[in-house]
């Protein structure tokens, strides 16, 4: 075991991380102020300060008083990016953005995030099992580490300053490198996991610079831990805790000794399984583990001498905890310290971003459905509540007795449990599940539509412009009546179809102006959901979502069709928008649905049955839909599932049943469709690979993919599956503000041409095109489909040639 020194005492109440873009989303509009360049560097680092130091008075308030307890979690972008900023690994293919003095500013920051003219930015994928997503950094023989940002240590230093000595927080190396990919110019079969050893002196840099600023604690995240990573390399579970052991050895050795901050080693999402020796044996001083997610482990006497951060409450769903069975736990830990020489500390399970700031601002929502929500900040009152608990054993009683009996009237209350929902999903049967062999059904839809070579699409989504937004925003304050906003709506349909024609595209879309969100559009037109007013998180950067609450059972509500129509017993959702759309051109429109798994990951999901079950009530609503989609004359149908890969266990052990009920909830939404009618998904930001049998098993018609980012990695996964059905590989990646030339679209077609049948392939972005502006929009279309004319040429010439 390493050598440990004397830390300062554990907070005995913390959070893992708190929400970082602001209650009213203060950062995101900073950060994008400084990219039109309608503000300066100093006053985006000013909000910047005055957002950590507001966030800072609000933890202490609500209860995090002990030194380090507050977390120092805030990022410009993302807290991967952060890391691989002050370890200066930036890719070769960046060349120079190193200042005179070696450092990496925040302008080279936010190239890495969103590339330049020349170089795209670093490919992005989801942070385990959540819908946040981080960016991957690229690692090589070639990569060059050295402290090129102290900017940790500043924040550290400015919080000090006001009077609130925070936990400053890195991605420990392992997980760094962990999830880093290998670079374009490393050699095959390279791991980047092989460079820690470099990496770990500039760690230890950082830790001095930050003992020096007087930082009692420093918080390294390893999340790769309880996760079954497909490593480059194929480094195996025991070369992982083998590096972990390796890596804590050096930055807990006696030469860095009084001169680094005590290390907290966390390791959320998930249970530490037979990495738990490893973790046990380095010398942090402290470990926190997900006991939300996890198990405590058996051995609990292996933790002797450290602090046990037990992660009870969850990070990142919104529901109330249960305090009276946390509390039992703590009992329990407390007792096995006792015994075993450990001593035990409270937190949540992971960082809170990951939730929205407060559940009591949403004063639109019934009170009772409030009373069952806890947002980031009544989950520091949670963790204050069970640490108080556990210095002081009945002294919480009160409030353990409240949340009991606040859980129990969940279950009795009106629309979470409906029998007419309930007796629906018992009654399905397989064939229920299945549409036709896809040769019949291709064969059909062939006739129908008649389509060229690498026919071109979108995904869904136009840029939603300001006037857009802004109508939504009148009706909903009454400012503008139904049938004004429906005209103009039906004014942007219109815009959207025309432009499409004029620029050539086989398959239109209505770009869906009237979607505020495109789950959040659907919880607002289904019973058994709720939406939220100020309850924002973090996507990606400077996106944010708003997540609905999935609270009862599943079905589309009674009543008037959107706008149009009459009542009906079961309001169709879609159709009369996708209808008009139609009705504006001979070529074909898709009908747009979100998926249900989709439905359910960028929601906060009920915890009270079986997802599989919710899964399938969201399917049944989605079936009938494309039912009415299909009698209004759709013949392209696309129901959308970008995060299916997303809710993957991280444990391999679980993953067969959650790919079964998941794949299974997509072809019930589905299979009712007729032969002719071509169903179309899309997935994005996923290492498909690990996924593929079940992308495959969806039965899609066509199935559209992210892979411009990755610059069409994808491809040599489905060569390698046989991938037989129609599948569009983005060319386009929509993430960033740059446009592709044609010169490389047609690079990329190319390359996916050489691993997937050309009669197979779509032509499209990588993902839909709402947060992007209309300049940058047409100019990268029209690349695009003029990069398909010239592939559609070179086939038509070997063809000829044959």
Request: a negative charge; proline letters at 5%; one cysteine or more.
């Amino acid at each position: 075991m390493a050598t440990q020194h004397t830390p300062a005492q554990f907070p005995s109440a913390t959070v893992l991380g708190y929400p970082r873009i602001g209650r009213r989303r203060e950062l995101k509009k900073a950060v994008e102020a400084y990219w039109s360049g309608a503000s300066s560097l100093a006053e985006l680092e000013a909000s910047a300060e005055a957002l950590q130091l507001a966030t800072a008075a609000r933890l202490t308030e609500l209860g995090l008083t002990d030194e380090a307890a507050v977390p120092g979690t805030f990022s410009f972008y993302d807290q991967v990016l952060d890391t691989l900023v002050a370890l200066g690994a930036v890719p070769a293919r960046f060349g120079t953005l190193h200042d005179d003095a070696g450092r990496l500013g925040l302008d080279a920051y936010f190239t890495l995030a969103r590339g330049n003219a020349e170089q795209q930015p670093l490919e992005m994928t989801k942070w385990f099992d959540t819908n946040y997503h981080y960016l991957v950094p690229e690692i090589g023989p070639e990569t060059v580490f050295s402290l090129s940002s102290e900017r940790i240590v500043e924040e550290f230093s400015l919080a000090k300053a006001h009077g609130t000595v925070t936990r400053p927080y890195l991605v420990g190396p392992v997980t760094l490198l962990a999830l880093s990919k290998a670079s374009d110019g490393a050699p095959a079969g390279f791991a980047p996991l092989s460079r820690l050893e470099d990496v770990l002196p500039v760690y230890a840099e950082l830790l001095g610079k930050l003992a020096a600023a007087g930082a009692p604690w420093v918080q390294l995240d390893e999340p790769a831990l309880v996760a079954d990573l497909d490593l480059p390399g194929g480094t195996s579970a025991a070369e992982l805790g083998a590096a972990v052991e390796r890596a804590y050895a050096a930055l807990t050795a006696p030469a860095v000794g009084a001169g680094r901050p005590a290390i907290l080693l966390s390791t959320p999402y998930g249970g530490l399984g037979e990495q738990t020796a490893a973790v046990a044996a380095t010398g942090a001083e402290a470990v926190a583990l997900d006991l939300f997610k996890g198990q405590l482990p058996a051995d609990l006497a292996q933790f002797a001498g450290k602090t046990v951060v037990a992660g009870l409450v969850d990070g990142h769903n919104i529901w109330r905890n249960d305090l009276a069975a946390s509390a039992a736990t703590l009992d329990a830990l407390r007792e096995a310290g006792a015994r075993h020489g450990f001593a035990v500390a409270v937190a949540t399970s992971t960082s809170t971003f990951h939730v929205p700031h407060d559940a009591e601002e949403e004063t639109q929502l019934d009170p009772q459905l409030r009373s069952w929500l806890a947002f980031a900040d009544q989950k520091v009152r949670e963790v204050v509540t069970l640490a108080g608990h556990l210095a002081a054993p009945g002294s919480q009683d009160a409030a353990l007795a409240e949340s009991s009996r606040i859980i129990a009237t969940r279950a009795e209350a009106p629309g979470v449990r409906r029998p007419e929902v309930r007796e629906r999903t018992a009654a399905l049967t397989a064939a229920d599940f299945s549409r036709s062999e896809y040769g019949v059904r291709a064969q059909a839809q062939e006739a129908v539509l008649d389509l060229p070579p690498l026919p071109t699409t979108t995904i869904g989504s136009f840029p939603q412009t300001a006037e857009v937004r802004s109508a939504r925003a009148r009706l909903n304050k009454g400012a503008i009546d139904e049938a004004e906003y429906e005209r103009l709506m039906k004014d942007e349909i219109a815009r959207v179809i025309d432009l499409q024609e004029e620029l050539g595209f086989d398959v239109l879309v209505h770009g869906e102006p009237e979607r505020n969100d495109m789950v959040q559009y659907f919880a607002e037109h289904l019973d058994g959901f709720d939406v939220t007013v100020h309850g924002w998180v973090q996507s990606y950067g400077s996106r944010c979502t708003r997540p609905s609450i999935l609270w009862g059972d599943v079905s589309r509500q009674a009543g008037a069709s959107i706008l149009w129509g009459d009542a009906t017993s079961a309001a169709p959702i879609t159709v009369p928008w996708a209808a008009y759309a139609q009705s504006l051109t001979e070529k074909p429109v898709k009908g747009m649905l979100t998926g249900p798994v989709t439905i359910l990951a960028w929601s906060f999901v009920r915890d009270d049955q079986p997802l599989a079950e919710t899964a399938n009530q969201v399917a049944l609503a989605l079936r009938d839909e494309i039912a009415d989609l299909e009698d209004a004359g759709i013949g392209i149908i696309q129901v959308d599932e970008p995060a299916l890969r997303e809710l993957l266990p991280l444990r391999a052990a679980d993953r067969p049943a959650y790919l079964d009920w998941s794949v299974n909830a997509f072809r019930l939404a589905t299979a009712g469709a007729a032969d002719a009618t071509q169903v179309h998904t899309h997935l994005c930001y996923s290492e498909f690979g690990v996924i593929i049998d079940a992308i495959d098993g969806l039965d899609a018609d066509v199935t559209s993919i992210e892979a411009a980012r990755s610059r069409m990695e994808v491809v040599t996964d489905l060569e390698a599956h046989g991938f037989g059905r129609g599948v569009g590989p983005g060319v386009y990646d929509i993430h960033s503000p740059r446009v592709p030339s044609q010169q490389e679209i047609e690079e990329l077609l190319a390359r996916a041409v050489e691993h997937v049948p050309a009669r197979q392939l779509w032509v499209n972005p990588d993902c839909g095109l709402k947060t992007r502006g209309y300049e940058e929009t047409e100019a990268s279309l029209r690349n695009l489909v003029e990069a398909a004319k010239v592939a559609r040429a070179a086939l038509a010439d070997v063809s000829s040639a044959v």
